[in-house]
Structure formats: C-alpha cells, structure tokens
C-alpha cells in the first residue's frame, strides 16, 4: 500500500534494489482522502487560491503580507522526505516539482505537523484533512482541493480469483 505516487518510490527502491522489475508494478486506487493546509488560529488568512499556494510552496511568496496576513515568514510544516502528502502534493499541486522553500519545519507523522501549527503563527502546514479537523487548527481554503491517492501495488496483474471489485 503506498499513499503517493507510484513514480517515487521507485525512485527509493531502485537506489536500494536496482534489479527488481520495476515495468511489472501495478497500482489499484482503493481510497482518496482530500489534503488539508493548516494555518494557526491567530492567521487572519483563511482562503487562498491555488496558485499563490504554489508560489508559497516554490519558494516565490515567503511572506504572509504578501497573501493578506501579517508580516510574518511562512514557515512550510510537513512529513519528511518520503511521506504520502508531500509527494502527492508535489505531484498535484507542483507538476512534479519538489517544495522548494526556505528553512522548512520536518517532523517524522502527520499530527505532529498540526501541533506546530498550533504553536507558531507562521507556521503553513501539510497534511490529511481528517488531521486538520480532529485538531485545533484551521483549514486554510483553496479555491480547487488537493486529493490524495492511497494504492495497492502489486507485482503483475493479479489473477482473476484475486481481483474481487467489490
């Protein structure tokens, strides 16, 4: 089961075993979950359209005065490398293109980027929306969501008995 893309974690399993048949993985969806971007309560942004996210997220906005905040850094909180969101994130909302931004905060689960949140006003962070609402920040609203897509992999086609559509 993986939570990001098929692409990158080929990239991490290549470097670790280059042989494998990497042309014989498949992919099967069987759930979406919609991303969420936390800001801190005391962030008077609460909207944003998806194209400033991206500037924010390439590293080209990197104060919230300049999205209707105040004159704050935007600090980007979110899973280390490797994690579901920000790689599907990176694939989503940036074309493929890595979060780019200053001095990021990286923390090792999801809910502990909403307890950053929730200590730092300049905090943005990245994680699942069911993280968002089970916590006491707020969702910051874009104009198009950002979903997430959770994966079966499996080595070749499964056979018949074994894919069940339910």
Avoid: C
Avoid at 43 to 60: F, H, K, S, W
């Amino acid at each position: 089961m993986i939570s990001g893309p098929l692409e990158n974690e080929i990239v991490v399993l290549k470097s670790r075993y280059p042989t494998l048949p990497f042309d014989q993985l498949r992919t099967f969806n069987i759930s979406n979950t919609r991303m969420a971007f936390a800001v801190n309560r005391d962030n008077p942004v609460r909207e944003m359209t998806t194209d400033n996210l991206r500037a924010i997220l390439l590293g080209e906005i990197t104060n919230w005065r300049s999205v209707g905040g105040r004159d704050l850094p935007i600090r980007i909180v979110h899973v280390r490398d490797g994690g579901g969101v920000q790689a599907s994130v990176e694939e989503a909302l940036l074309n493929g293109k890595r979060i780019n931004v200053s001095d990021p905060i990286l923390v090792q689960i999801g809910p502990q980027v909403v307890k950053i949140v929730e200590q730092s006003p300049e905090a943005l962070g990245l994680t699942q929306l069911s993280i968002v609402i089970d916590s006491n920040t707020v969702e910051l609203k874009l104009d198009h969501p950002v979903e997430q897509h959770l994966n079966l992999v499996t080595l070749g086609d499964p056979l018949p008995n074994q894919r069940r559509d339910r």
